[in-house]
Every structure is written in structure tokens, then in C-alpha cells.
């Protein structure tokens, strides 16, 4: 065991604890991680498992009297499969370091999640996460096959398959992705690779409002597309995007899409999307150079880095059925102007998956949030419940969304998880106070 440092006692949502944890453990292998939960359950000590630390809900945040146990460490890819087309890898591996390795046998790594460069995928495993690639390719639960798994006493156990389809006994590897850290410690992983699509053509349209985007977006289901990207930037973003890079988005519209197709037929996939945003685009460029391509997707790569260069900010995250898009984002506007506060809204189009970033003022204490700041991520979040959508698509409830989590699942269906995470966790020793 070691000093713990600042920097692993929190996570990207700001939290700060009220002091320093017990201890901070950096496990070399698996066995660390066992003795490690062995010794806390004997003593009844909890224990919170971190790898980067860019989660946003605060669920890798440790508070005084915990353990830290930072799996980063465990950071090799142990094989890549190109005939079954799997990869089995150990929890602290970068995103896109393993998306990186399967490219070499012409395969990739689906899930594509903003922090993709710096996130781990055991981070992506406890926080089920998306991305960009989201609305072609699913979710982290949709690439995953099998976990390797270190309960809470410190028992090793192996679920899921090596098999693409397998339907024998429970679901349990689906019910420990997204599961916060709260039923197990993931220390390793066999999941799913697909073939690297050999064509990508892109698409950036920009529209007169964020009402006639959404609606552009919209139509691509209605005319049964479904790109590989479909992302969405509003004006105060663009306008951010512009203050940093030195461009010009804003002055082309109020709002912006990015579409992508990929595959052998990408070109005439998006040729097909191109005629339904040329409806109401006011500008539309399309391009299958993957030089402009990257030069194209920039507008939404940006969109973070660029709303995070003016100042501290709350980065959350609601999903409403795609229909409903539109109205969300007029909800997320009309809530900027009612509480005052400065907020940039992004989304992943294609699958309702929006991201309203609240600027904070300068003034704001590290770890706190303003009071008109919370009011508007509280209207937030019941804006999206209105809209029959979810207070978190991707980031996870964590520390921070917990009493919506009440608001948002049935009170039987709620009771059941619980007694579920009792089972796995009698003690209650794994990441007590987050998720459920």
C-alpha cells in the first residue's frame, strides 16, 4: 500500500472528498486485486476500484475510510483473435490503444467514447459506455463476451462465453457492465472485434436552427438510414469550437450535424443521407478524403476541449427516445434562460443521447456546484424523464445522479437491483453510496 495521491481519490466529475482514504492500492495483477478484496472483507473496509479516472458521475471518487484500488496497472492486451475476431485484454488497456491493435488485423474496437485516447476499458465496462460510433455499433455491453471477475470476498469468477451467441443460464456478464463497480472488480475481458470498415464517407451539414438539425436527424431514420455517426453541435458550441480553433463554424449556421457511412457501400449510403439533409441544410459538405474527413469531424471532436477552455463545467448526460430530440434540446434552452446559466449542448444524434455542458462561474469553489447550476442539471434531468427518456446514458448515476435514480426506475425494479447487489456483495464493501 502506498500514499494516496490527489489524483486518485476523484474523477473527471470534480468531486472532492472530504479527506484522504485509507489507503491506495495499485494492483500489479490479479492476485492483488484478491487479497486486496479478501482482506477488506474480513475487516468490513469498502473499497473503490479506479483505472483513469475520466468517469463523470462521480463513482471513482473515495471518501475518507475507504480503500482505493487502482487497477490501471493491469494494462496488457493478451491476445487478439483474428479469425474469431475477439480480443482478450485486462482492464487498465487505453480504448483506443486496443482499437489501435486490432486495426493491424484489419478489425476494430466498436465503442468509441469522447475520452477514448485516455479511458480504460474497465472504466468503459463499469460505466456501460457509448460514443460517437454509438448509433451503428451499440454500446460497451454489445462488445462484450466474457468477464473475468474478483468478487467481493476475493473469489475469481469467469462469465459470458467465447462463443458470439450463447444463451445458457443467466446474463451475468451483461448485469455486471454498467454496474459501477458495485457487484465486482473486472480483471480482464474477452470481447467482441469487427471487421474495420474499408470505406468511410462523411458528411457536415449546418442548419438555419438546433430545431431544423434535430429534424434533419430525425428524417435519416424516417428514411431508414442509419449512419455509423450521427452527431449534432448547437451554436453556443460552435461558437466555443470557433474562440479556440480560429473557425468559422458559427458563421454557417446555428446548429451542425456530422454523418458518417462506413462499409462497401458507405458512398451511397451517405449520398442518400446527403439528399434528406440538403432539404433544410444551409450549407452541406461531403467528402470520402479521409484527410477532410478528420478535418470534418474535428467540429465535434472539439466540442469538450473547447466549452472546457472557458472555465470549469458540469458535463452531463441525458438519452430521450430520437423523436424527441428536438424537444430536448429546445428543453435544455429554455432552461439556460430561466436559471440564468451559461449551457453548451452536443449530442450523439443517432441514438438521443444528448450531453447539455453547464459553464460554471469562475468564483465556484473546486467540488462544489452553484446553486443555479444544480437547478438547471435538476430541470435536466426531469425534462428528460418528461420526455420518457433516462437521466444517463452513458456516464453512469455514480455519486452525483443517485436520488434520480428513484425518480427514474420502478420502486419494485429498484428494490430487486439492491437485493441483487446484496448477493454479490453482503457486505457492502464494493463502491458503497454509488449507482444503486
Known sequence: MASPAAALVTDRSGVVPAGPPLAVVRAGGVEDVRRTLAEASRTGTPVVTRGAGTGLAGAAAAAPGEIVLDVSGLDRILAIDP???VARVEPGVITAELDRAAAAFGLMYAPDPGSVATCTIGGNIATNAGGLRGARYGVTRDSVLALDVVLADGTLLHVGRNTVKGVAGLDLTGLIVGSEGTLGVVVGATLRLLPR???????????????DAAAAATGLGAA??????????????LAAIDALRGTGHAERGAALLLVQADGFGAAEELE??????????TALTTTTDPAVAAELAAARRDALPAIEARGRALIEDIAVPRSRLAEAIGGVHAIAADTGTDIYTF????DGNLHPIIRLDSDAEPGTVPPAAQRAADDIFALALSLGGTVT????????????????????????????????????ILNPGKAI
Not at 272 to 279: E, I, K, N, S
Request: charged content about 20%; cysteine-free; aromatic content about 4%.
Open 272 to 281: 442518400a443521407a446527403a439528399a434528406v439533409l440538403a432539404r433544410t441544410a
Open 393 to 428: 446514458a452513458e456516464h453512469g448515476i455514480g455519486l452525483l445522479k443517485r436520488h434520480w435514480l428513484e425518480r427514474e426506475l420502478d420502486p419494485a425494479a429498484l428494490a430487486l437491483q439492491r437485493r441483487i447487489k446484496a448477493l454479490f456483495d453482503p457486505a457492502g
Open 347 to 350: 449530442a450523439h444524434a443517432g
Open 224 to 237: 431508414t438510414l442509419r449512419p455509423a455517426v450521427l452527431e449534432l453541435v448547437d451554436a453556443k458550441t
Open 83 to 85: 479469425v474469431d475476431q
Open 197 to 211: 470498415p474499408t470505406r468511410i464517407a462523411t458528411a457536415v451539414a449546418y442548419f438555419a436552427s438546433v430545431a
